[in-house]
């Protein structure tokens, strides 16, 4: 094995340590060779055991996991793509062609130090935080890691971008400005459903009962059924769909990215800033918050089961609370017709 570092002499008569691998080098601060041979032999020592201890550990994994040794991150990435299907696995191969991930995609599992993540995670985005944390507990599930890369108090927190609701000004812009009919009448939708992307443009004419003029559908996401009644600006946009199979034939096979990137284009037209598609949930959840709209509906409308959630997509309505009085004053009989028995004539009845 070769050594690490190696010593000379420079013509000042000092003692200097050059690294092999690096080229580097420092002056071991001493004129005689005893020392200098010393400081040699500790330092190629220091760096030869943690190699050793790595070769048997090596030799210890392979005896009970053949493959331990070859085993890469990109195999963990390959092995994760395989457990998934759909529109998640489409996320998960988009992700680990991230350019962060790629000194991580060589190195075997065994070699992998907190300082190999800390580097991705540092160069990375917030999706690379998201994900490599999601290869790393999958790895650790598998039995492929000894012990954690990073405790898991130790990873970096997951920072989002602050999200906000579209505007009805900005969503009115954004139409107009859209020169597709399809893919106008599809923001129209977003608006007045409040429903995710992927959701509304897979809509079918048959999720429409016209009968009951009741819109139902179950989300991609969770499972969750919502039912929403057709109102008269719902009516109008759905009128003008087609009247059987998908409603969005063309919207419905482009990709997410795809649909996302054509709305981003359309909004940095506008210089309209901070906002996506999912922005129209943000909006419906608001609209429904400031006008009253019990929460049991707006929870059957977004497709979600905890409370929690929707509060979070309203959390930034601007609500005005009505005075108590006005309250007093609409009494359950405002909408009944009062009838004055004392003074109602008794009517016989018919032989």
């Given at each position: 094995?070769?050594?690490?570092?190696?010593?000379?002499?420079?013509?000042?008569?000092?003692?200097?340590?050059?690294?092999?691998?690096?080229?580097?080098?420092?002056?071991?601060?001493?004129?005689?060779?005893?020392?200098?041979?010393?400081?040699?032999?500790?330092?190629?020592?220091?760096?030869?055991?943690?190699?050793?201890?790595?070769?048997?550990?090596?030799?210890?994994?392979?005896?009970?996991?053949?493959?331990?040794?070859?085993?890469?991150?990109?195999?963990?990435?390959?092995?994760?793509?395989?457990?998934?299907?759909?529109p998640t696995k489409d996320r998960w191969l988009t992700a680990i062609k991230d350019e962060a991930y790629a000194p991580l995609k060589k190195l075997p599992l065994a070699e992998t130090r907190a300082e190999h993540f800390l580097k991705a995670l540092h160069g990375g985005t917030v999706a690379t935080n998201v994900f490599l944390r999601r290869l790393h507990n999958f790895a650790l599930d598998m039995n492929w890691l000894l012990g954690p890369v990073i405790p898991k108090r130790q990873w970096p927190e997951v920072r989002y971008?602050?999200?906000?609701?579209?505007?009805?000004?900005?969503?009115?812009?954004?139409?107009?400005?859209?020169?597709?009919?399809?893919?106008?009448?599809?923001?129209?939708?977003?608006?007045?459903?409040?429903?995710?992307?992927?959701?509304?443009?897979?809509?079918?004419?048959?999720?429409?009962?016209?009968?009951?003029?009741?819109?139902?559908?179950?989300?991609?996401?969770?499972?969750?059924?919502?039912?929403?009644?057709?109102?008269?600006?719902?009516?109008?946009?759905?009128?003008?769909?087609?009247?059987?199979?998908?409603?969005?034939?063309?919207?419905?096979?482009?990709?997410?990215?795809?649909?996302?990137?054509?709305?981003?284009?359309?909004?940095?037209?506008?210089?309209?800033?901070?906002?996506?598609?999912?922005?129209?949930?943000?909006?419906?959840?608001?609209?429904?918050?400031?006008?009253?709209?019990?929460?049991?509906?707006?929870?059957?409308?977004?497709?979600?089961?905890?409370?929690?959630?929707?509060?979070?997509?309203?959390?930034?309505?601007?609500?005005?609370?009505?005075?108590?009085?006005?309250?007093?004053?609409?009494?359950?009989?405002?909408?009944?017709?009062?009838?004055?028995?004392?003074?109602?004539?008794?009517?016989?009845?018919?032989?």
């Amino acid at each position: 094995m070769t050594e690490k570092y190696r010593v000379f002499r420079r013509a000042s008569g000092v003692w200097y340590i050059q690294d092999r691998e690096t080229g580097e080098q420092h002056s071991l601060r001493t004129r005689k060779e005893s020392e200098a041979l010393r400081l040699l032999h500790a330092r190629n020592e220091a760096h030869r055991q943690p190699g050793i201890n790595i070769q048997m550990a090596r030799a210890y994994l392979s005896a009970i996991d053949p493959a331990a040794a070859n085993r890469t991150w990109q195999f963990v990435m390959d092995e994760v793509v395989k457990t998934v299907k759909g529109p998640t696995k489409d996320r998960w191969l988009t992700a680990i062609k991230d350019e962060a991930y790629a000194p991580l995609k060589k190195l075997p599992l065994a070699e992998t130090r907190a300082e190999h993540f800390l580097k991705a995670l540092h160069g990375g985005t917030v999706a690379t935080n998201v994900f490599l944390r999601r290869l790393h507990n999958f790895a650790l599930d598998m039995n492929w890691l000894l012990g954690p890369v990073i405790p898991k108090r130790q990873w970096p927190e997951v920072r989002y971008k602050d999200k906000r609701a579209i505007t009805a000004d900005e969503h009115r812009r954004i139409v107009d400005r859209e020169p597709n009919p399809e893919r106008r009448l599809f923001y129209e939708l977003c608006w007045h459903l409040g429903g995710s992307q992927g959701d509304v443009a897979l809509l079918r004419a048959e999720n429409v009962d016209w009968k009951q003029r009741l819109l139902s559908y179950r989300r991609k996401k969770t499972g969750e059924l919502c039912q929403i009644q057709v109102g008269a600006e719902v009516e109008k946009v759905l009128r003008l769909l087609a009247p059987t199979g998908p409603l969005f034939p063309y919207v419905s096979g482009v990709r997410v990215c795809d649909r996302s990137t054509e709305f981003k284009k359309r909004c940095r037209g506008l210089s309209i800033e901070g906002v996506t598609l999912h922005s129209y949930r943000y909006s419906w959840a608001e609209r429904a918050k400031a006008c009253g709209f019990p929460e049991r509906y707006a929870q059957q409308a977004l497709g979600q089961s905890s409370k929690a959630v929707h509060r979070a997509y309203a959390a930034n309505a601007d609500v005005r609370i009505p005075s108590l009085e006005d309250y007093e004053r609409k009494t359950p009989t405002d909408n009944f017709v009062v009838v004055d028995f004392r003074q109602a004539k008794a009517v016989a009845p018919s032989k």
